[in-house]
């Protein structure tokens, strides 16, 4: 069983979307524990990073044995602007 930690970043990121959009993608999240291996999460090339597509949203998360770490949230263009 997987538990899910959010850095204080991702929190921040997800508190300036609108509702509706931030509630989708903390289920998404959620859903995680029960399914690791969805079709919408894809390893990052060349790190040890995977991706969770949520609409336009992308979730930029490590997982280290059974924790999932969000790293970070943000839309799609420009998620990899760190």
């Known amino acids: 069983m997987f538990k899910i930690e959010w850095k204080e970043n991702a929190i921040r ?3 300036k979307l609108e509702k509706n959009i931030a509630l989708k ?11 690791i ?4 999460v894809k390893r990052l090339k060349g ?5 969770l597509r949520v609409g336009d ?12 770490t969000v790293l970070k949230v943000g839309h799609r263009k420009n998620i990899y602007d760190f």
């Open 13 to 15: 990121e997800i508190s």
């Open 47 to 51: 790190q040890n990073m995977f991706r």
């Open 57 to 68: 949203y992308w979730v930029l998360f490590e997982i280290k044995g059974e924790l999932i």
């Open 25 to 35: 993608i903390y289920r998404k999240v959620d859903s995680l524990i029960a399914d």
């Open 37 to 40: 291996k969805s079709s919408d």
